[in-house]
Every structure is written in C-alpha cells, then in structure tokens.
C-alpha cells in the first residue's frame, strides 16, 4: 500500500492487510484528524470501523457515512471536549429536529446519549451567548438533563411536563437574561424533577413587575391541578425582580 492512501471521489479505498494488528487514521484532504481506529487485523470488517469517531458536530454535517457505519461518536459540539460530546445512531425518522443531525450523505442520525447536557444541543454556557434555543431543544427531547458547572443563559424558556434536571451545586446556572418577565413557567405541567441547579432570574435594581423565576401556580384565581410529581431539591433559586419560587394554588409539588 502506498503511505497515505488516497480516497477516491467517493471516499473509498483498497487497502491490503497481512497478520499484523494496525492502527487506522483518517484525515481530511487538508490533514485534519478525522478519527483514528486501533488494533486492527486482517479484513476490515463493519463492526472494526463501528462506531465512527468525529470531532464535532459541523465535521459530522460535512461528512459522507458510510453504510456500514451504525454509530457515530462526536467528541464535542463546537470543539472535542467542549461537554457536547454524545452518540448518535441512524434515525428512522426525517428531521429536523431536537437532536437530529444529517450528514452529507443525506442521512438522519438521533442522538442516543442519556442522560444529555445543554451543550449536546449547541448551548455554550459562557455567561454571554444567548443559549434559549438550544437549552429549550434539550428540554423538548425528553431525556434527563446534567447541567454543567457553568452559566446558561436564556429568555423565557418553554418548560415540558417530565422534565428532570440534574446539577451538582450552585455554580450549574440557568440564567434569565430577561428580569421582569417569566423565566420558568410550569403551570398546568407536571412531573418536573429539578435538582441541584441554580435558577437565577437575573434580578437588577431597575427591574420591577410581578414575575417569577419559576412559578407553578398562576394566582388566588386560577387553580392547577394536583401535582404531587414534581420536585424541586437542593436548588439556589435568585429572584428575577418579583419572586423566586411561586408554588401558590400548584397542587402537590414539593
């Protein structure tokens, strides 16, 4: 074989293996590190390129997978180790949508991780990147969530009955960049699960209304049915100008 080979215009190759066991390493035509894959004997097989391995998710739109692939491993959403790194499997549905990818040979692929974090969906967490879209897609894709130890910051976000979220302390942050407004509406929802995150309404001394940061009940006049599924645990909750936490008429929530 000559060193490298050269794909075709179809991204296909021979390549010749005696005894020994090899190491595989695919690069672009501009010698960017594609995946890498160890050990390999003999006859390649689906199941010794299974699952491919890509660094981020625009490499994953831009690249052409091949039939005998099933899995494909993406080490990160922007940058490999940015927290957006998941699996994806072969989707039977057409999308778009929450966690969906198309490559460049036209197939859909699901993301199969579980539980998933924000930054699967495109969330940045920098503290100044508006992340509502990709935090509000990993809220409607149905999964548990970990959020990070970092600062995701949102408009009013559209909240789903079942949702679980899972932090480990204070400094995994939620932030409304809109104080004075709704941040988390959950009335009429249930079985929400929310524990050890911070949810910061992003209060200033400017702001005035009468909003909540997460409100389950509506007001004296308007009474939610009884929802003893929902949980709010071990959370930091920061008003956004009003209040931080309404439960009033919410039912059974603890």
């Given at each position: 074989n000559a060193n490298p080979v050269r794909t075709d215009a179809r991204g296909e190759c021979s390549v010749?293996?005696?005894?020994?066991?090899?190491?595989?390493?695919?690069?672009?035509?501009?010698?960017?590190?594609?995946?890498?894959?160890?050990?390999?004997?003999?006859?390649?097989?689906?199941?010794?390129?299974?699952?491919?391995?890509?660094?981020?998710?625009?490499?994953?739109?831009?690249?052409?997978?091949?039939?005998?692939?099933?899995?494909?491993?993406?080490?990160?959403?922007?940058?490999?180790?940015?927290?957006?790194?998941?699996?994806?499997?072969?989707?039977?549905?057409?999308?778009?949508?929450?966690?969906?990818?198309?490559?460049?040979?036209?197939?859909?692929?699901?993301?199969?991780?579980?539980?998933?974090?924000?930054?699967?969906?495109?969330?940045k967490g920098d503290g100044s990147t508006l992340d509502t879209t990709a935090v509000n897609a990993a809220f409607s894709f149905g999964k548990p969530i970990t959020v990070s130890a970092k600062t995701f910051l949102c408009n009013a976000l559209t909240m789903q009955s079942g949702l679980v979220l899972r932090g480990s302390g204070d400094d995994c942050v939620i932030k409304n960049n809109s104080p004075g407004s709704d941040f988390m509406e959950c009335a009429a929802l249930t079985g929400i699960d929310i524990e050890g995150v911070c949810l910061d309404g992003g209060y200033t001394s400017s702001v005035v209304g009468s909003s909540w940061t997460i409100r389950f009940g509506t007001g004296v006049n308007s009474f939610q049915p009884v929802d003893s599924a929902s949980r709010v645990a071990n959370c930091l909750i920061k008003t956004n100008g009003f209040g931080a936490l309404n439960c009033y008429n919410a039912g059974g929530v603890k």
């Open positions: 010749w293996l005696g005894t020994s066991l090899y190491k595989f390493v695919l690069y672009t035509s501009a010698d960017a590190l594609i995946w890498t894959v160890d050990n390999i004997g003999g006859a390649i097989t689906a199941a010794s390129i299974t699952p491919l391995g890509l660094d981020t998710i625009a490499a994953f739109e831009a690249f052409s997978v091949g039939p005998a692939v099933t899995a494909v491993t993406v080490n990160g959403y922007y940058a490999a180790g940015d927290g957006g790194a998941g699996v994806y499997i072969r989707s039977g549905s057409v999308g778009p949508g929450a966690g969906m990818i198309q490559s460049d040979d036209g197939q859909w692929w699901i993301l199969a991780s579980s539980p998933v974090t924000l930054e699967m969906f495109g969330a």
